[in-house]
């Protein structure tokens, strides 16, 4: 058993090939993700140590090289895991260190389409130019989009699919894809009813601090709270800033060896907010 019962699971496939890597422990793997809802691309860094041979090789990967693999990490506790990071290999590559083999692996979530994909139609109203590029992204899903004004006039679309949805976004809305889902919200939604507490009982394991209205507050692995959701903070160390916020950010950290297995998110308070 890993520490404190910490468990994860690392998945990497390859399109075309229906044999997928799995690691697991008792292999030590480390991991930085940065998970954000404005507009740019999630990204993680995991570093597997001493695997196969066989399969260290076979990830091998160059940033320029087209070739899709697909990483899906799952994290928690025991038996109960939740994916905290989904989407390609953008670079990796092997490494000696002292007596390990390091494995290091750098992914882009939805970074594959986002690199890749292309439009070129005409099509009218800003819904269907969304759709339009999205349907050109094969790999990346639709998540919650907002609702989109009505266009009266055809509009053209030639070029990066990613970018043109980013010209569509309008300036009170925000774009991000998280474990290969597309998501567009304004400022005041978010995309699910569930609102998890956190507290000290629950992993709080740091003071809330406020800056520029945001807060920022650390806890243990929690796969539960999730970029463009809500989470209900409560603290007794700082009760003034208890409330009910819509988390912007998270960044995780985690080595099932190490001393590392926490997360820390900044939100803003979520008053008057809706689901889409």
């Known amino acids: 058993m890993t520490r404190f019962s910490r468990n994860y699971e690392l998945e990497i496939s390859f399109d075309g090939d229906a044999q997928a890597v799995v690691i697991k422990p008792p292999l030590r793997v480390s991991f930085q993700a940065d998970k954000s809802i404005r507009g740019q691309l999630n990204k993680i860094r995991i570093q597997a140590y001493n695997m196969l041979e066989s399969r260290r090789l076979r ?3 160059d940033p320029e090289e087209r070739k899709r693999i697909n990483i ?11 994916t905290v990071y989904k989407g390609t290999v953008h670079q990796c590559s092997n490494e000696r260190q002292g007596p390990d083999i390091i494995t290091t692996i750098e992914g882009l979530d939805g970074g594959f389409d986002f690199l890749n994909s292309y439009t070129s139609r005409t099509v009218e109203g800003s819904e269907r130019a969304v759709d339009a590029c999205l349907s050109d992204m094969s790999n990346t899903a639709t998540g919650k989009i907002t609702e989109r004004p009505v266009l009266t006039r055809p509009k053209v679309l030639v070029g990066n699919s990613a970018r043109l949805i980013e010209d569509i976004v309008g300036p009170d809305e925000t774009w991000y894809i998280d474990d290969e ?8 939604e978010v995309v699910s009813r569930f609102v998890p507490k956190i507290s000290p009982e629950t992993g709080l394991i740091s003071t809330p601090t406020r800056k520029m209205q945001e807060v920022t507050f650390s806890t243990l692995m929690n796969p539960s709270l999730k970029i463009g959701h809500r989470v209900d903070l409560e603290s007794t ?28 998110c900044t939100g803003r308070l979520a008053a008057g907010v809706k689901v889409i």
């Open 59 to 61: 990830i091998v990967k």
């Open 72 to 82: 899906n990490l799952r994290v928690g506790y025991k038996d109960a895991l939740e």
């Open 181 to 188: 889902q597309f998501y567009i919200l304004k400022d005041n």
């Open 237 to 264: 160390t700082a009760p003034y800033l208890n409330g009910v916020y819509k988390i912007d950010t998270i960044s995780y950290q985690g080595d099932n060896f190490g001393d590392e297995w926490s997360q820390t």
